[in-house]
């Protein structure tokens, strides 16, 4: 028969649990929570209780009183101070402590469960946890957290390091755009090309850096019309002054293909590996890659195009896949061509001076060629990186992506309720700090940002008054859920108890 049991943690809490014993095994049937504390010991002892009443296949000889009667109970208020514990402990465990800014964290905790502006967080943090800060304060704050910035880039390097044992020997780079609901422009928001489509609406540009498992380590802060390839040398830069390491391989998409950004990582040394623009370079090039790979599936091959060591590979399903979409592009531009239309942005059609439409041969030649094929411009020499590593270290770029589009969508770094520099830049830092421990804990669990919100959430705490003696207790929900998921393993590595 079930009954209830004390035992001791290995953190050196109190556990109450609901146990049976089989065959001289102990099963235990419910586990109701941990403390350090006497008096919440005492109420998870009669939680257990009511636990064991509720789910007792038969009448007990001995009935539990029920405290307090129901004319005496007020219902106060449902908190969900469980959330917020258990990431407060993430943050400890990734170092954030040292920085002393507990409106730092608390603004960043929030992202992680319901973005908002600074405003509405506040208020959202007082309803949730009973935590109060004044909205002055924190626009104070705002303006000294820029200068936390190298601090938490150190934080960041050193939890990479340390606990997630990143070798750093290559990082990825990509950058987004962040528009704002406004049409002035100023010094930092500025009009430019667009990543979300916005090129009449003011924007910043965001360069990201994040290891191979794609969790951050720096970022920063760009004009609206900075060109991409002009940010990642000084964020390299940046993040190996403050770190004390010397340059990684860097890993970046084509969009950082320039003459000059490759001759600046050159001159600095920085081993690199960005994605090719193979249709930007020569008919001659392009059938001599043609030919060396001859849509051999998963063939590659490193060649030389103007001083640069190019490295392609064949796909047999890149193949067909782009070939169905060509095939759609050559049927549509022959029938703007019937019609002597141009078209928008169609592919394959040419309009002469003359204003002649005809299809082109020689594009359409040239793409065919690149059918299946794509490429890889790097320096480092094959004895030290293959065909296959270049190609492989590349693929993972796709992790700075996904980054990014944690940061919009479920940290929500946009919209953007700031004007002033100081606090647009505030602002990425703590979507940074929100990132750091979001990409941490899907890291650890497996599980999305969003399903571990809900486990955390799904876990409340009732607040109800005894209107006569005015004591108030407080009854959680069960954390079965929670315990017996990915999260509840990453709950107690970071030495929180419950």
């Not at 830092?429 to 990132?435: P, T």
Request: aromatic share 10%.
């Amino acid at each position: 028969m079930p009954r209830i049991r004390t035992t001791k943690t290995a953190s050196g809490a109190t556990a109450v649990q609901i146990v049976s014993y089989d065959k001289g095994k102990t099963v235990v049937h419910h586990h109701v929570g941990s403390t350090r504390n006497e008096k919440a010991l005492r109420r998870l002892y009669e939680q257990a209780e009511v636990y064991l009443a509720t789910h007792a296949q038969q009448a007990r000889l001995f009935t539990w009183p029920l405290s307090p009667i129901p004319e005496r109970v007020q219902y106060l208020r449902v908190t969900h101070t469980f959330a917020r514990d258990v990431l407060l402990a993430c943050f400890r465990f990734c170092g954030f402590e040292t920085l002393k800014e507990p409106i730092l964290i608390d603004l960043a905790l929030m992202r992680l469960l319901e973005p908002a502006s600074k405003r509405r967080t506040l208020e959202l943090a007082k309803r949730y946890f009973g935590i109060t800060h004044v909205y002055r304060t924190v626009e104070r704050a705002l303006r000294r957290f820029v200068k936390k910035k190298e601090d938490i880039e150190r934080i960041a390097f050193s939890f990479a390091k340390k606990t997630l044992n990143e070798p750093f020997a290559l990082v990825l780079y990509d950058v987004t755009t962040l528009y704002f609901e406004s049409f002035r422009a100023d010094d930092l928001r500025r009009q430019g090309f667009s990543k979300d489509n916005k090129h009449v609406q003011p924007q910043i540009v965001i360069g990201l850096l994040v290891t191979v498992s794609g969790f951050p380590v720096a970022w920063d802060v760009f004009k609206g019309n900075t060109f991409e390839g002009h940010t990642m040398l000084p964020i390299l830069a940046h993040f190996a002054k403050v770190n004390n390491v010397s340059l990684p391989v860097i890993v970046a998409d084509s969009a950082m293909l320039s003459k000059t950004n490759l001759a600046d990582l050159r001159k600095e040394s920085v081993s690199y590996i960005v994605g090719a623009r193979l249709a930007n370079t020569s008919p001659s090039f392009i059938k001599n890659v043609s030919h060396a790979l001859n849509r051999i599936d998963e063939k590659t091959v490193r060649l030389l195009y103007r001083g640069e060591i190019v490295v392609c590979a064949f796909s047999e399903k890149r193949y067909r896949k782009g070939k169905r979409e060509m095939e759609k592009q050559v049927e549509k531009a022959r029938a703007l061509v019937a019609r002597n239309e141009s078209g928008r942005r169609a592919k394959f059609v040419k309009k002469s001076g003359d204003g002649i439409v005809a299809f082109d041969d020689t594009l359409r030649g040239k793409a065919e060629l690149l059918l299946g094929i794509k490429g890889y411009v790097t320096n480092i020499p094959e004895e030290k990186l293959s065909n296959t590593e270049v190609i492989a270290f590349y693929h993972n770029l796709w992790r700075v992506e996904e980054s990014f589009r944690m940061s919009k969508h479920d940290l929500s770094a946009r919209p953007i309720f700031h004007r002033v520099d100081e606090a647009i830049r505030a602002h990425v830092l703590i979507c940074f700090v929100a990132l750091m421990v979001g990409k941490y804990l899907e890291l650890s669990t497996g599980l999305s940002i969003r399903r571990i919100r809900d486990l955390l959430w799904n876990v409340t705490e009732a607040h109800i008054q005894d209107t006569v003696t005015g004591e108030v207790f407080i009854l959680r929900s069960p954390l079965d859920e929670v315990i017996h998921s990915p999260l509840g393993a990453v709950m107690e590595k970071i030495g929180f108890t419950y």
